[in-house]
């Protein structure tokens, strides 16, 4: 077996359908008979229902059902969605209804669905819903939600909390208590929506004359569907297919499970028809989870030289209106700290606090960017109050090469300790700062301060936990052409899952890139699966993967030594077939192979032998591998209107081995391009009474080509020693640090001017106050 | 996001539109389309007649002389941006056009839908506005023509009455062709402005401003002339003095407020691109300004 | 129900009579009643892009433009750049080549605005491929890629390499 795909920048298999309009996203999907759903949402942050009028909307032509809570089936009615991830730290994890019952606790909420022939007349008939309101308070700012007598988010909640969790190991005290500095950050983090180009989407077919529901959905986690609208209608996992088809984009939200999930399949079953929704770009922005608010309020203890010994502070996390999602984006949170640095005393406390907003749960890098977010700013504080270079205070505090495989000293969530498997920090900084011309940037910005440009640098570093397990799995397959399909759970929404499977199973079995199909996100085809986040798919699915090839593989080889009467040593898998090796000229294909193992009528399996030339794997993880890296952003601010440009942006980083260079790189771009739309211009803004003002793509700006940099990456490749393959995740490495050096680098542009950033998005209005409370201290 | 149901009409021919306008109560004038019908998408309107104005011969013809530029108010931005007349007469307009929306919208998106949609931040109304262009309008009752100063009434309301359409936009050339220059300040590249200025300036052969057209978008609901700059900058040498005193007087008006942006950052960008803008025209003029 | 009007338009070549509520946009007729789903519908308000195809030589938002007003108009789609013996467009083989897309989604509306720019602007250099593209909103790749295709295919285009 030859090592010919592995680590190959290897052009996309996805890519001609795609390129040439024949992709197959849920709303190109259509049934015979099939019927349009649009939703009533609710206009109010917090209201009660007080009774539904649709005698208007049943009469417009081509209505066919109306759906309100009321008309439910009794045991449908009044039912909350499941919480998808319990926890014991869970305080309330309310959850909503599919239908609203009697109250409204955000702006978007489902609370009525016309089904129609057309989506037009669906939406004519939704318009002409009156559902009559009793407007109650509502709690908007989550620092506001979070103190004692706050406005309730829910009636019947005695109060606004959802969880209190800490990161907690070593002795913080002991640390503050030894510092020779503290020093101190409170940072406002605001990360805005999803916004994957394709919005949500479902179709729910039911047939009865199989029993089975088929739903197609937009979804990153085809399981964790088909389990909860499965228990939510109280039916069988196997009565519910769940297909993800070409889904474009999922970035997090599409993670999770929305009662439009559960409607669409009572609706199917209720009216004998198939029935879609596609989420317009308007209800993307309430009806779909976002990520918004942290506040931050951290202390950092310092010895002399700048290593900081501890960090202590709390963090007030805004949840929306419900815990769709259980606590993982409040868990990233607090999960990956301190980072990429040796600091052994941590005391972080976070309140997740119900407001009546949108629920939050993760987007691309969930709480991660956060987390580095404000590790950056505590490196930031100490280079500011020591007068250190940023670059010197990182080499300073990151953890060194030979402590790998690293204790952090925290434990996670099952009670294990937290490890870094493997990494080079200090190595990622250096070729950041070549790639970056670090050094030789102060003459740049010398020379720009006296043509009257404000040039700025900054530098952020970060861990990434990937490759959560349990597994993701996989069963690799040889058929009687020789062709090998390979079956997996996972679910891909544009991250070239399928060519870096093909890779895997290419090399393991010797057979050509193109002899490999692929077959993913559809659970009538694989039996059980987790779903596409946290940089995990690569890691669990391409594990499992070559688990499952290799022992094909294996099983190959014994069939082959047997019909071959040959040593196993003596044989290999090449080009199609196992052949002798070297001079010996033996052959036998496997396809050939495979048809001994599957024989029809009156044949028989081999003895010793199963039938099938196939294995199943689902590789469980061993730990999670960390990826890492150092990003370096260059800006210049137009000191007049408050503009910031990034003029360069340099990242170093380490995925352990890569299966698709191509792939990573672009995974790397599209992150970092995210962290500089979060840092500059996303964002979601609520009025005081919770009308979101952010609603279409005028008022809610995402990064353009126009603005955003060429991005340099240099790649280092420090194996992982927790799967064969020695890889790690690469999803959202660009993301998370991008935000925080983009903003260190606007201070350091600002520095005459004493320019200290404690909110994001940075606008240009706030720069410009920021300047001129800076002009006037001056 | 789907459109309310409207009654669809395509007029052949001018007199059939106004007839039209007088005749149907709730009705729209389809022209670009780039503004009106993503409102129609997202129900913000829902007329129950679109007239669709594309049809109609006469309102897409441009011409010039010596003395002015005439543009039809169904000339495509595109057409404006690719025009050898424009870029020769109105080469502010063509600088401004490439602020307006995307190449994919001004293929379709007309120089009247532009002036009569009259958004605040309109890059062709402060065109407009520099030059007081002259806007035609047809009715029942013939033909109006109303200077720009006299076109915007209010917040995207603008002095054309409901049955009438506009139907060319006439542009004065300055004799002594001028330094120009159009700057904006917006979040994004084809961003609506927060703040849009333009200006042309003429200066003698000693470099004294001896002519100055200074408009302002953005700042406020609608667009002005900011003609007590101009007034005091007459007479005075083309310098960066000059350019920042300008600057600050313009920084005086009155600006909005709103959800997104303040009035006072408003006045800033105000300041910061009249400095500019004007400093731009000037080093455009013949004589490039003062050495 | 508003009266249907009845529409001849060219698409890709191929001739198509139908008739349509004067409500719909062109994106929705095609993907509806041609089931031509290759254009994508990412914001239906004229701003992401996805939709953009070209309408009688011209790039536009086909979300933005009503159904009927295509009437006699011609027209191409995403569906209709690869030549009939499934020969790739060299942008379309660019964009392959250089991981120009990932989930695709906003793949057909970026494909047919450069269609249409590098038309009109055949030596295009990286600061005007950003800035004609910022008409497209792309949410995966950060735009590098989808330049670095462009600027490949332009070549192409343009008779200087492949």
Known sequence: ?778 | ?291 | MSEKKSITIKVNGISHSLEVEPRMHLGDMLRLELNLTGTHLGCEHGVCGACTLIFNGEAVRSCLMLAVQADGAEITTIEGMALPDGTLHPLQLAFHEHHGLQCGFCTPGMIMSLVAYLQDNPSADEANIREALSGNICRCTGYQAIVKSALSAAEVMRGETG
């Open chain 1, 1 to 778: 077996m030859g090592v010919r795909y592995f680590g190959a920048s290897i052009l996309r298999a996805e890519d001609k359908t795609l390129l040439t309009g024949q992709g197959n996203y849920v709303d190109d999907i259509t049934r015979p008979g099939l019927l349009h759903a649009a939703f009533v949402r609710a206009e109010h942050a917090h209201a009660l229902i007080l009774g539904i009028d649709a005698t208007l909307a049943q009469a417009v032509p081509g209505v066919v059902a109306i759906i309100t809570n009321d008309n439910l089936p009794d045991v449908l009615k009044d039912k909350r969605m499941a919480q998808p991830y319990p926890s014991p730290v869970l305080k309330q994890g309310i959850c909503c209804h599919i239908l609203a019952a009697n109250e409204v606790n955000y702006v978007g909420q489902t609370v009525a669905v016309v089904i129609a022939e057309s989506r037009h007349l669906a939406e004519d008939a939704a318009a002409l819903i009156a559902v009559n309101y009793q407007v109650l308070d509502a709690v908007i700012d989550c620092q506001v939600a979070y103190k004692e007598g706050a406005p309730l988010a829910h009636c019947s909640a005695p109060d606004n909390i959802v969880a209190t969790l800490k990161a907690k190991f070593g002795d913080v005290d002991v640390a503050f208590a030894n510092a020779a500095h503290v020093v101190s950050i409170s940072d406002h983090h605001h990360r805005g929506g999803c916004h994957a180009m394709e919005t949500r989407g479902v179709i729910a077919e039911d047939d009865p004359s199989c029993g089975e529901i088929t739903l197609w959905s937009a979804t990153q986690c085809p399981y964790l569907v088909r389990r909860l609208v499965a228990q939510h209608l109280d039916i069988p996992e196997s009565s519910l297919r769940v297909i993800a088809p070409d889904v474009g984009g999922g970035f997090g939200p599409k993670a999770s499970v929305y009662p439009e999930e559960v409607v669409v399949c009572i609706a199917s079953r209720m009216l004998s028809r198939p029935i879609k929704w596609i989420e317009d770009r308007r209800e993307h922005f309430t009806a779909t989870q976002t990520q918004r608010d942290q506040f931050w309020n951290l202390e950092a203890a310092v010895d002399k030289i700048g290593k900081v010994l501890g960090v202590r502070g709390t963090i007030i996390h805004d949840n929306g209106a419900f815990v769709p999602y259980g606590l993982l984006l409040p868990m990233t949170t607090l999960g990956p700290l301190p980072g990429p640095y040796s600091i052994r005393n941590i005391d972080v406390t976070l309140e997740a606090v119900f407001t009546n907003t949108t629920p939050n749960s993760p987007v691309r890098g969930a709480g991660r960017p956060n987390a580095a977010y404000a590790m950056e700013r505590v490196m930031q504080a100490v280079s500011r109050s020591l007068g250190l270079d940023p670059v010197e205070v990182r080499a300073i505090n990151l953890v060194r090469k030979d402590a790998f495989p690293y204790e952090t000293g925290a434990l996670n969530r099952v009670g294990k300790p937290v490890v870094y498997d493997s990494g080079d920090y200090h190595g990622c900084l250096d070729k950041a700062v070549n790639l970056a011309d670090y050094k030789n940037f102060v003459t740049r910005q010398d020379a720009a301060r006296k043509d009257g440009r404000y040039l700025g640098i900054g530098v952020a570093a970060c861990v990434e936990d990937t490759g959560i397990g349990p597994y993701e799995g996989a069963t690799v397959r040889v058929d009687s052409s020789g062709k090998v399909m390979v079956e997996t759970g996972a679910a891909s929404q544009g991250q070239g899952h399928k060519t870096v499977i093909k890779q895997i199973a290419a090399d393991a079995l010797g057979v050509t890139f193109e002899d490999v199909r692929v077959q993913t996100g559809d659970t009538g085809r694989f039996a059980q699966g987790v779903g596409a986040i946290g940089s995990r798919i690569a890691v669990t699915v391409g594990s499992s993967v070559h688990l499952a090839a290799t022992q094909v593989g294996t099983t190959a080889l014994a069939l082959a030594s047997e019909v071959l009467d040959q040593p196993q040593e003596e044989l290999e898998l090449s080009d199609g077939a196992v052949r002798g090796k070297g001079d010996h000229n033996v052959f036998i294909s496997l396809g050939d192979l495979a048809t001994r193992l599957a024989p029809m009528a009156g044949g028989s399996v081999p003895l010793s032998f199963n039938a099938s030339l196939e294995a199943t794997s689902y590789a469980t993880a061993k730990g999670q591998p960390y990826a890492n890296g150092t990003n370096i952003a260059e800006v210049e601010v137009d000191i007049g209107t408050g503009e910031v440009r990034v003029l360069r942006y340099s990242v170093a980083h380490d995925c352990g081995n890569m299966i698709n260079p191509m792939i990573v790189d672009g995974q790397i771009v599209g992150g970092v391009v995210h962290g500089i739309g979060n840092a500059l211009f996303e964002e979601m803004i609520y009025d005081p009474s919770g009308q979101p003002l952010t609603t279409n793509y005028s008022e809610y700006l995402l990064p353009l080509s126009s603005e955003m940099p060429e991005v340099n990456i240099v790649h280092q490749e420090t194996p992982s020693p927790l799967n064969e393959l020695g890889i790690k995740g690469a999803g959202e490495g660009g993301a998370i640090p991008a935000t925080a050096a983009v903003v260190a680098a606007i201070e350091n542009a600002l520095e005459p001017f004493g320019v200290v950033i404690e909110r994001y998005p940075v606008s240009p209005e706030r720069l410009c106050a920021l300047i001129v409370a800076g002009e006037n201290v001056v």
């Open chain 2, 1 to 291: 996001m789907k459109s309310a149901q409207f009654d669809y009409h395509k007029p052949k021919n001018l007199n059939e539109a106004i007839a039209l306008l007088g005749r149907l109560e709730d009705a729209k004038l389809l022209a670009g389309g780039q503004s009106l019908v993503p409102m129609m998408n997202m129900r913000f309107v829902q007329p129950a007649h679109v007239i669709d104005v594309n049809g109609i011969a006469g309102l897409t013809q441009m011409s010039a002389d010596v003395s002015s530029v005439t543009i039809g108010a169904m000339v495509r931005q595109a057409e404006l941006l690719r025009s050898k007349v424009i870029a020769r007469d109105l080469p502010v307009m063509a600088e401004a056009l490439r602020c307006v929306g995307h190449f994919q919208t001004r293929s379709r998106g007309t120089i009247g839908g532009s002036l009569c949609h009259l958004d605040p931040s309109a890059e062709l109304a402060v065109v407009a506005a520099l030059y007081d262009a002259e806007i035609s309008v047809q009715g029942p009752g013939g033909e109006r023509v109303i200077a720009f100063p006299q076109w915007p009434l209010a917040y995207m309301m603008p002095s054309v009455r409901p049955d009438e359409i506009a139907t060319k936009i006439s542009f004065p050339l300055w004799s002594d062709p001028p330094g120009y220059s159009f700057v904006e300040f917006a979040r994004r590249h084809g961003d609506f402005a927060i703040v849009a200025a333009a200006c042309l300036i003429n200066l003698d052969s000693s470099g004294i401003i001896t002519k100055c057209s200074l408009s302002i978008g953005g700042a406020d609901q609608i667009v002005h002339r900011l003609g007590n700059v101009e007034t005091s900058i007459i007479g005075h040498l083309a310098n960066e003095e000059i350019f920042e005193f300008a600057g600050d007087l313009a920084g005086n008006m009155d600006t909005m407020d709103d959800a997104y942006v303040s009035g006072a950052y408003r006045k800033r960008l105000v300041r910061v691109l009249c400095r500019r803008v004007l400093k731009k025209a000037v080093e455009r003029t013949k004589s490039g300004g003062q050495a």
